[in-house]
């Protein structure tokens, strides 16, 4: 199998204003990013809302977006706690030929590596024909991977383990595996993960800077010159300054009203963050409507 790299959006869900999940925008506005310099995205990650958002709704988008010309671009994340759930919803997928999954392990519990090994065990067993890239995030699901598990992991799956999302940032700058993708979760680390051999991101903001992005992307493997890496990491800083999936919803309603729309407990950001926000990127010279050469 072809290593999977290069620039990954956690995509967002896009809701009505019942909060039901609006399949055709989520797959437009996933598709868009595409367009815009994505490689692909991560559907219902943490960032699309997915712990929130009912598996009858998600089964749905899989129907749609089953019929799209980029099928092959996005990787499913499943974004359930229950083993039985995620097998499952997996098979759905399975079913509609998608392969690659996202895949955290569950919030809430104290566990381990053994434990983890165990829980991706008994998902291999169920859907073996998959393609897992763990998601590494201490701060949502309470475990993080240490090297030494993600090894095992690897050594006893090596035809399903096949990649990491490190989202704690104890990974990507020493794990070292032949044919194995690791995708730091943030911009600030994309430039110096790829000169330490990272495969790409996977990234929430990627929401908004996948043009400039790909160009730090781009030009890293062309040995050019970077010069948007320095507004990609202030444009993520002012974005980390607040809680992401709040700051993103925000920050792209002013375009389209129907970003307002987001699942409680989340919310969208208060007046005076939000001002301070688009302040920043407005001294940023920031937008993600205008091409590069603007």
Do not use: W
Request: aromatic letters at 10%.
């Amino acid at each position: 199998m072809t290593k999977i790299s290069g620039i990954f959006a956690a995509t967002m869900s896009v809701l009505n204003s019942d909060l039901s999940l609006n399949v055709e925008k989520t797959i437009d506005h996933a598709e868009k990013l595409i367009d815009q310099g994505c490689h692909g995205t991560a559907i219902f990650g943490s960032t699309g809302q997915s712990q929130l958002i009912p598996i009858s709704e998600k089964i749905d988008l899989l129907n749609k977006l089953s019929k799209s010309k980029f099928k092959d671009k996005h990787i499913i994340g499943t974004g359930l706690n229950s083993l039985g759930e995620t097998i499952n919803f997996m098979k759905i997928a399975n079913s509609q030929n998608f392969k690659k999954f996202l895949i955290m392990p569950p919030a809430y519990y104290k566990y381990g590596d053994k434990e983890v090994i165990e829980f991706y065990t008994r998902i291999i067993e169920s859907v073996s024909d998959c393609k897992i890239i763990l998601y590494n995030f201490e701060k949502l699901c309470g475990y993080k991977f240490s090297i030494d598990c993600v090894k095992k992991l690897v050594k006893k799956f090596p035809n399903q383990i096949i990649g990491v999302k490190d989202s704690s940032y104890n990974l990507f700058e020493n794990l070292k595996l032949e044919n194995f993708s690791i995708f730091p979760g943030s911009e600030l680390k994309l430039l110096k993960g790829l000169e330490l051999g990272c495969s790409g991101i996977i990234t929430a903001t990627c929401n908004v800077t996948a043009e400039i992005s790909r160009k730090v992307y781009d030009d890293f493997n062309s040995k050019k010159k970077q010069s948007f890496n320095q507004k990609l990491c202030d444009v993520r800083r002012a974005f980390d300054k607040y809680n992401l999936i709040s700051g993103l919803h925000t920050y792209c309603s002013k375009d389209n009203e129907i970003y307002k729309n987001i699942l409680p407990p989340l919310s969208l950001l208060n007046k005076t963050d939000e001002k301070d926000l688009l302040n920043i990127l407005n001294d940023l010279k920031f937008t993600n409507k205008t091409s590069l050469a603007a």
